[in-house]
């Protein structure tokens, strides 16, 4: 039995169920809310260590939903889309969702997601006395040096380099837009896109070794970036 509980907001019946039995047979437990109000009131009563929120919702929108619980409370929401809605990704994310599935999605992937989720829960609770120092796999960034190795192996990254790479381990297992990179990395006066992003992220994956087996930052294709935690 996994002490994880997970808020599923979802207003379709048949997703509803293969969500929850997914979960009951995985040793989750979990609370079912159809809609976006019983959804804020469960998370603010209950206090869900997970939701995994449909965006269509009945009575409101699903980005309503992340903006209002996020107002008060970090959990990690993971959004469930329907293919093609990358506008709506994109606006969750903003918003503040950590992570999203596209239906129709498979038992593995949901389950895959919950368990990334968890590790990075893990890991800021493990780390919070020690932030100076960011490991994950091979990979070890010392923020107060601006020391980043790989495999013990010092890495020499280009400014922005190090501020693309150290903006996706503040966030490691968030999925973060292309508008959220660009404005953190350049902020919003100064002329930049996303091809020069593309650009930068190659050379910082190069540097990263990332043709190798592990894949340390995904791309989402029309969204953004996302470092996994290993
Ligand atoms: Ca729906």
Redesign the pocket.
């Known amino acids: 039995m996994n002490d994880v509980r997970i808020l599923i907001v979802?207003?379709?019946k048949s997703i509803m169920n293969l969500i929850s039995i997914t979960l009951k047979i995985n040793g989750y437990s979990y609370l079912a809310a159809e809609g976006g109000a019983e959804a804020i009131s469960l998370c603010a009563l209950q206090h869900p260590d997970l939701i995994l929120l449909?965006?269509?919702?009945?009575d409101m929108d699903g980005t309503e939903v992340i903006r209002t619980v996020r107002s008060w409370s970090a959990v990690p929401i993971v959004v469930i889309s329907a293919r093609g809605e990358d506008k709506d990704k994109i606006d969750a994310l903003d918003s503040g969702a950590d992570d999203y599935l596209t239906k129709p999605f498979s038992v593995a992937e949901l389950l895959a997601r919950i368990r990334a989720v968890q590790r990075r829960l893990q890991y800021s609770r493990s780390s919070s006395e020690e932030q100076s120092v960011f490991v994950n796999g091979g990979l070890r960034i010392d923020y107060a040096s601006s020391l980043v190795t790989l495999d013990g192996e010092e890495l020499h990254l280009t400014p922005i380099e190090y501020k693309l790479l150290t903006l996706l381990a503040k966030n490691v297992g968030k999925v973060l837009t292309h508008s959220y990179i660009i404005d953190h990395i350049w902020g919003n006066g100064i002329e930049s896109d996303i091809v020069s992003l593309r650009v930068y992220m190659a050379g910082l994956r190069k540097k990263l070794k990332q043709n190798r087996d592990t894949s340390l930052i995904q791309t989402h294709v029309g969204i953004g970036y996302q470092m996994i935690r290993l």
């Open positions: 979802e207003d379709d449909d965006l269509g919702l009945p």
